[in-house]
């Protein structure tokens, strides 16, 4: 165990786990016991059957997030089940309470077929104010927040596709005002949840400032996503699409003098010899976790002028927790049903904003620890 590094089975075997549901109020009179439960309780289930829409006014089903997922894409592991991804799904339940004060609850479906695993959600939504979807692999999390969008009358999210694109796009606007870039190009290494996010994140930020950045490549395992590969499903089309991208090549060619490396990918997928073929002061973003594209001091010494990963134990940590607790309590607190690119926009500016008078290479977003940040977020939204 290293220095300062709790024992996490220690922690999480003291408990059976990180939560607790507790009750908001004291039963301790015969009074309240018949005003939560029976007989006066019957009331609030009939104004519930007169108005299906008082469950929300009445129940915790008006304030409780449903954080979801099959565990079909965990952390760093790939398709680990359902189980294994139940104590993911628990910390991010304990960070939206720690960090937002908003109540969430872990639910892990064993169900990897999307229409099926659609339904069964669908099924339980009435027990919800919103949904958190996590840690499905694509492309079904794109069928699946798509199909829960469009079907449910609550808000639903993949926060590994949303909150990770915020985030991005926040530390990105930071990074290319202390680098004064312009006319520039961006390689993105990954084309599932999070890289597609990205993708259309930047995308949607270049139709507002103007021009911001000249060229977008995204890639997968077989080089740029382009209208000419033949092997491509429809996802993937509508990102070259997006991205104009017309020709296939290898990441050796797409990233030679590329301005900035974003990599949602696997470890060790960026050699020093690569990031001295971009463009003068690159900016490296090696998000994959637990171990990143490229190590940040092998980065530095092949000339990366900015280094981020997604990992705490290295300055600028890129992490969707800065973003997704503030999202959704603003989200419930001003009743909005859908997450747009707006939205999104909105929120990675603020936190960009917010941030702007402590930025440094180094220092590219608030902290996790920072919360400061929520009030920035919902104000955003």
Not at 9 to 29: A, D, Q, R, W
Not at 56 to 65: D, E, F, L, T
Not at 66 to 77: E, P, Q, R, W
């Amino acid at each position: 165990m290293r220095k300062n590094e709790l024992d996490t089975f220690l922690i999480h075997s003291k408990h059976i786990g990180k939560l607790s549901i507790k009750p908001v109020m004291k039963v301790n009179t015969r009074a309240m016991l018949s005003a939560i439960y029976t007989p006066q309780v019957g009331k609030i289930c009939m104004a519930i059957k007169d108005n299906p829409e008082n469950i929300r006014k009445y129940a915790i089903a008006g304030k409780m997030v449903a954080v979801i997922s099959n565990g079909t894409a965990v952390l760093g592991f790939g398709n680990i089940g359902a189980r294994a991804a139940l104590p993911v799904m628990e910390g991010k339940a304990v960070i939206f309470k720690e960090f937002a004060g908003v109540d969430a609850f872990p639910l892990c479906i064993d169900e990897n077929d999307p229409d099926k695993f659609v339904e069964i959600v669908k099924a339980a939504s009435i027990n919800f104010a919103a949904i958190n979807l996590e840690d499905i692999a694509a492309p079904n999390c794109f069928y699946i927040e798509q199909r829960l969008q469009n079907e449910l009358d609550i808000p639903v999210m993949h926060d590994d596709q949303h909150g990770t694109a915020i985030v991005v796009l926040a530390a990105l606007k930071g990074a290319i005002r202390l680098t004064g870039k312009k006319d520039i190009r961006i390689v993105i290494v990954g084309s599932g949840a999070a890289g597609s996010a990205i993708t259309k994140l930047l995308v949607f930020a270049n139709s507002i400032e103007k021009n911001l950045f000249t060229d977008i490549k995204i890639l997968d395992s077989k080089g740029v996503v382009s209208s000419d590969r033949k092997d491509i499903d429809q996802y993937k089309k509508e990102l070259a699409s997006l991205t104009g991208q017309k020709k296939a090549m290898p990441l050796s060619e797409a990233i030679k003098g590329a301005d900035i490396f974003i990599g949602v990918s696997v470890k060790g997928l960026l050699t020093p010899e690569l990031i001295k073929s971009m463009n003068k002061n690159p900016i490296i973003f090696a998000m994959a976790n637990p171990e990143p594209e490229i190590m940040p001091d092998l980065a530095k010494k092949a000339g990366a002028y900015i280094i981020a990963t997604g990992r705490s134990d290295f300055p600028n940590q890129i992490n969707n927790a800065l973003a997704y607790p503030g999202v959704f309590k603003g989200l419930l607190k001003k009743g909005i049903k859908k997450v747009t690119p707006q939205i999104k926009y909105n929120v990675a500016k603020a936190i960009f904003e917010y941030n702007k008078s402590r930025l440094s290479r180094s220092h590219l977003l608030p902290s996790i620890m920072d919360k400061s940040i929520l009030d920035v977020i919902v104000k955003a939204i």
